[in-house]
Nanobody
């Protein structure tokens, strides 16, 4: 199974982008999907994650209130709606899929599949 992330680009501060993550094949037993980002010189950061059974979402403090993760289930596209973007949001964004609970994924563990990454650049 491959995950394809798309929707990145160049946007001015205050703008919006919508990232999409699509699986190449049906994903069995995937319970959590999420978005991570990696900026040059910074540690990888979990941005948002969502599980369906139970239905839970998690956001990092840096994006809470600005980003929204959505998707019906792991076998349909998962989206990351990003609003009020800031230059600090500049990074490569990766989608991930996991058979582990959300509590494990948000700590950076349990990743079964990684997407290819999509660049988000926010200009000031």
């Amino acid at each position: 199974v491959q995950l394809q992330a798309s929707g990145g680009g160049l946007v001015q501060a205050g703008g919006s982008l919508r990232l999409s993550c699509t699986a190449s094949a049906r994903t069995y037993r995937i319970s959590t999907m999420g978005w991570f980002r990696q900026a040059p010189g910074k540690e990888r950061e979990v941005v948002a994650a969502r599980s369906w059974r139970p239905s839970l979402t998690h956001y990092s403090d840096s994006v809470k209130g600005r980003f929204t993760i959505s998707g019906d289930n792991a076998n349909n596209p998962v989206y990351l709606e990003m609003n009020s973007l800031k230059p600090d949001d500049t990074a490569v964004y990766y989608c991930v899929a996991s058979r582990s609970p959300l509590s494990v994924v948000v700590k950076g563990g349990g990743m079964n599949y990684w997407g290819s990454g999509t660049q988000v650049t926010v200009s000031s």
